[in-house]
Structure formats: structure tokens, C-alpha cells
């Protein structure tokens, strides 16, 4: 009995499926060709028609028969060969917030019987760009530029193309996809960064600095002895071979894991431009690291990622969204993904309160360095210096290198 029931219900199941199968096929086939306004035209057209047969009122066949010429005439006008083929090509796939971008869009006919006329539909982001197709005879083909300018860092869909055919009145329609679409990133602006020094020195993971220094561990020359030299960085052997006492030096090595890390909250931005320039501030000071070969952790709301390459973190960058459900203690989510960093920057927007800064920089390791830049669209910029972490105030990405400059 319990096989009997689980088989019916299997077999309702399959019935239920190919039902839904057939409705959305169905559906299709009426959609496809013909538009809403199209089958309102033609319901109303038999609804006269039937109404006429009924009351005789000559106004009615008048409007059935109307309907009728349109829904022919729109047919006809829509017919055509559309077998086009198609392509989409950018000018760049990366391009900065402010740059232009060309979109080359190439149709051509590789069948044998010409083409008709068609309307072409490219969108980009939430833009379309409609265009014009005149009829291609056999091999012909032809493309069509559009130029946008890129207003704003985002991740830019171009395309699909669809091609479009149909009547004027917009009974009749035939669409087809012909091309893929293509993502362009709108990388952050960003500004050049002195190199950045900071870190924990004499460290065996450590990079050279390029600082030569008295002491430490990657061995770089030796040079004569001064008084007040430390005896004990004597190398004896060559001091022998010269006759005068020779002082090693050494290359400074810095151990300089980074990780920053941007809020995302809009309540703490004043402005949409405020939370572009923490975008800007935090992308910047990244692709510094990401230059010098630092390793870098970059945290954006539930974003954590080990970029290799500046282009591949500014891909990151052009993808961040505000989100109001982001953590609030940045530091509480930064650490659980990079909790051994030897310098922790936060960006963060002019609303975030101070209390809460120094609260969630608490948490850090000391033996790290922390600096949070607190985006200020509009303000002086200045530096202030707190027990656990340096705040500094950008009021304009400018002011970014000069910040910079006095903290490394």
C-alpha cells in the first residue's frame, strides 16, 4: 500500500512537471512573435467582431476589420531574413573612473540571401544604446561605435546584443540574442604613493628596505670605522687584509604583511562622493603596497581576498558596494582573516564615531602598527596620534600622498 502511494505521487509529480514544461513553451510560442499590444489588438478585433454578429452595429465590424489590416500589415512588414552574426569589442576592459570607452559592435551576413532591416539593442549597464541595421547583401558586413564615458568605479555589463525586428506599431516582434556580453571594470581614481617603510624590523621574513643601517640581518658591504662604532660589528678578517678596522652594514629588512581594510556602512558616509574617496583612499594605498611586492589582505564587508597584483585588487576595488549589514567592528572581521599583519589600515567614512575607533583598535596586536583614515569630504586634512593607532582626516585624495609622506 505505502509503494502504491509513493508511486502515484511520483507519477503526480512527473504531471505536475510536464505540465509546467508545456505552459512555459506554450507561453513562449505566444510571446515570442507577438506583443502584448499585439494580442490586445487582435482580442479586441474578435470581441467586435463576435459583438457585431450579435447587436449589427456597423462600428464594430469597422474596428475588427481595421484590427485585422494591422495585425496583417504588421506581420508582413516583419518578415525578413535576420540570420546575422555578430560580435562586441571594447577599447579597454580596464579603464579609470572619468575615461572614455569605444564599444565596436561588427554585424555581418554569412548567409547567401541578403539580410532586412533590423533594429540593434546594446545595453550597457542600465543604459541601451539602440542602433540602426540596414539590409547586408551576402558577405557584407558592418559596424557601429559607441562611445560612453565612464562616470563612476563600477563592474560595467556591455551586451548582450539583440536584434530586434518588427512592425511600426509594435504588434509584431522577433528578438535574438547574437553576442556575449563583455565586463568592463571601472577601477577607482587613484593617486601614486611615496614607497612605505613601515613594519617590523629585523625580521628573518622580512624584505630589504633599501636603508642601510649598523644592525640587522641581510649582510650588504663594510666601510671604515668611526668612532662611537659598535666593536662588536668589526669584521677582523678584512680589517686585517686593509690594516684599518672595517664595520659591517647591513640592508634593513622589514617583515611588511599589510591589510586594509575599508568600511562599507553608508550610514557612516555623509555623501555617495565621501564613500568614493574611501574607495579611492583604500585602493590606493594597496596597489602602494602591491607595487613594493608587499603581501597584502584586503577586507571589504564579507570581501577577503589575497590580491597578487595591483590590477587584480582595483578589479576587487570596482566591485565594492555599499551594505548596511556590514560588521561595524572592522577590526573583529580583518583579524579573523589576517590576524598576524604587521600594519593594519582602516578607511572608514567622517561619521563613524571616535569611541568606536578606539574600541575596535583595541583588539590589535601590538606589535602591529594601525592607522585609520577617516574620509572627510570637503575638510583640512590632519593627523592626530592615539595610544593604539594613528587618525588621520583626507578631505580630498590629493592630500593622500602628503598623509602618507609623514606617517611612513
Known amino acids: 500500500m505505502a509503494f502504491s502511494s509513493a508511486f502515484t505521487a511520483s507519477r503526480h509529480r512527473r504531471a505536475g512537471r510536464t505540465l509546467s514544461r508545456l505552459y512555459r513553451r506554450v507561453r513562449r510560442l505566444l510571446t515570442a512573435y507577438v506583443s502584448p499590444l499585439g494580442w490586445a489588438v487582435t482580442g479586441a478585433g474578435v470581441a467586435c467582431l463576435v459583438t457585431f454578429l450579435i447587436v449589427g452595429w456597423h462600428e464594430l465590424l469597422a474596428f475588427a476589420c481595421v484590427s485585422a489590416v494591422m495585425m496583417c500589415a504588421a506581420i508582413l512588414l516583419s518578415l525578413g531574413n535576420t540570420r546575422f552574426h555578430a560580435s562586441i569589442e571594447v577599447s579597454s576592459r580596464r579603464v579609470t573612473a572619468g575615461d572614455t570607452v569605444s564599444v565596436i559592435v561588427g554585424i555581418d551576413n554569412a548567409g547567401k540571401t541578403p539580410t532586412a532591416t533590423a533594429r540593434g539593442d546594446l545595453p550597457i549597464g542600465q543604459v541601451h544604446e539602440r542602433f540602426h541595421i540596414p539590409m547586408l547583401a551576402p558577405g557584407q558586413s558592418k559596424q557601429t561605435n559607441v562611445e560612453f564615458r565612464a562616470i563612476s568605479r563600477a563592474l ?59 644592525d640587522d640581518l641581510d649582510f650588504y658591504g663594510l666601510r671604515e670605522y668611526e668612532p662611537g662604532d659598535d666593536v662588536r660589528n668589526v669584521h677582523w678578517l678584512s680589517s686585517a687584509k686593509t690594516g684599518s678596522l672595517m664595520i659591517r652594514q647591513y640592508e634593513a629588512t622589514r617583515r611588511t604583511d599589510t591589510s586594509v581594510t575599508i568600511d562599507i556602512n553608508p550610514d557612516d558616509y555623509t555623501t555617495g562622493e565621501e564613500f568614493e574617496l574611501a574607495v579611492s583612499i583604500h585602493s590606493s594605498i594597496g596597489v602602494q603596497c602591491l607595487l613594493q611586492d608587499r603581501p597584502l589582505f ?103 600622498p602628503m598623509i602618507m609622506g609623514v606617517l611612513a
Open 156 to 214: 560595467l555589463t556591455v551586451g548582450p546584443l539583440r536584434i530586434r525586428k518588427g512592425d511600426p506599431f509594435g504588434l509584431i516582434r522577433h528578438e535574438k540574442e547574437l553576442a556575449e556580453h563583455i565586463t568592463v571594470f571601472i577601477h577607482p581614481k587613484t593617486v601614486r604613493l611615496n614607497p612605505l617603510n613601515a613594519g617590523v624590523p629585523r625580521d628573518l621574513e622580512g624584505q630589504p628596505s633599501g636603508q642601510i643601517v649598523d
Open 298 to 400: 584586503a577586507h571589504a564587508g564579507d570581501a577577503h581576498a589575497q590580491p597578487r597584483n595591483a590590477m587584480a585588487f582595483l578589479d576587487d576595488a570596482s566591485a565594492i558596494e555599499p551594505d548596511r549589514e556590514d560588521n561595524p567592528n572592522l577590526a573583529e572581521s580583518t583579524l579573523k582573516h589576517s590576524p598576524d599583519a604587521s600594519f593594519y589600515f582602516f578607511t572608514v567614512g567622517s561619521l563613524k564615531n571616535l569611541d568606536h575607533i578606539k574600541r575596535m583598535t583595541l583588539a590589535l596586536p601590538r606589535s602591529a602598527r594601525c592607522v585609520v583614515l577617516q574620509a572627510n569630504a570637503g575638510a583640512n586634512r590632519g593627523i592626530r596620534r592615539f595610544a593604539n593607532f594613528t587618525l588621520a582626516t583626507i578631505g580630498e585624495l590629493d592630500d593622500l
